[in-house]
């Protein structure tokens, strides 16, 4: 696994070099792009549509449209000057409650090594760890400067990537008045205390991707893709009538 980052954790006048590795990644089977009449991949070209011809990667820069077709270029050392000293480093400006956090805001996850000053890295790991506390920080990650969280997991330190407020998208939720009998509101928590547990990651895996490899396979033979019968829903319209049910159901011993 690669680093991702090199730099600096700092918090007042404890200095700690550190990097950073991608905590997660995604699994996905890809599916190639085909030509429908003949089933050959379709390839796309970067072309110049002003000098047409193909270009190559190294030959394209980054510009901004500033007006109509206007653009200004920038090249990787005006992306570099414009950075100051401390936005190479993640200097951590305040230490919040973990519950102060809405799960909205977190992105991206890095765990996080050091590269020397261990003593002050198990030092910050054992601090926060005792006070539940998460450190706040900004850092410029190639050409975006990120609002990001440094937090304990287990015996790790993990950094999160934050959304900036401006960037939440906010929804009109449609004003909705509806009464709802205690004995409902008894009942379903009921039934949420039924089916509360610990959370066990390791008791999750992709049901769809297993079912997608095995049709890939059956294809490859020239098979039909099977496909699984599912015990159909009880159609329960009353909703005190479904909570019951529900509650009957949760209490049942779970294979």
């Known amino acids: 696994m690669g680093v991702s980052w090199k730099g600096s954790i700092s918090f007042g006048l404890i200095y700690i070099p550190i990097s950073l590795y991608v905590a997660t990644s995604e699994e996905s089977i890809g599916f190639n792009m085909l030509h429908k009449e003949c089933n050959n991949r379709i390839k796309y070209k970067k072309v110049c549509e002003f000098c047409d011809q193909e270009?190559?990667?190294?030959?394209?820069?980054?510009?901004?449209?500033?007006e109509g077709d206007k653009y200004i270029v920038f090249d990787e050392n005006d992306f570099e000057r414009l950075k100051s000293p401390k936005d190479k480093s993640i200097n951590i400006t305040q230490f919040v409650d973990l519950s102060e956090i809405d799960t909205v805001f977190y992105d991206k996850a890095y765990y996080v090594v050091p590269d020397g000053g261990e003593r002050a890295f198990e030092l910050l790991k054992q601090a926060m760890k005792e006070t539940n506390k998460v450190g706040i920080a900004k850092v410029v990650f190639g050409t975006k400067e990120n609002l990001v969280a440094i937090r304990m997991s287990g015996d790790k330190l993990l950094l999160n990537t934050l959304y900036f407020v401006n960037e939440i998208r906010s929804v009109q939720m449609p004003y909705i008045k509806v009464d709802v009998g205690k004995a409902e509101v008894d009942l379903?928590?009921?039934?949420?205390?039924?089916?509360?547990?610990?959370?066990?990651?390791?008791?999750?895996?992709?049901?769809?991707?297993?079912?997608?490899?095995?049709?890939?396979?059956?294809?490859?033979?020239?098979?039909?893709i099977t496909i699984p019968v599912e015990k159909p829903d009880n159609n329960i319209i009353n909703l005190m009538e479904a909570l019951q049910q529900s509650i009957a159901n949760s209490n049942q011993p779970r294979v």
Not at 55 to 66: E, F, L, Q, R, T
Not at 192 to 217: C, Q, V, W
Request: aromatic share 10%; hydrophobic share 25%.
């Open 55 to 66: 270009i190559k990667s190294g030959d394209i820069v980054k510009g901004y449209n500033y």
């Open 188 to 224: 379903a928590k009921q039934l949420i205390t039924n089916m509360t547990s610990h959370f066990k990651p390791e008791g999750f895996h992709d049901e769809y991707r297993e079912r997608l490899k095995s049709a890939i396979e059956q294809k490859i033979h020239g098979e039909e």
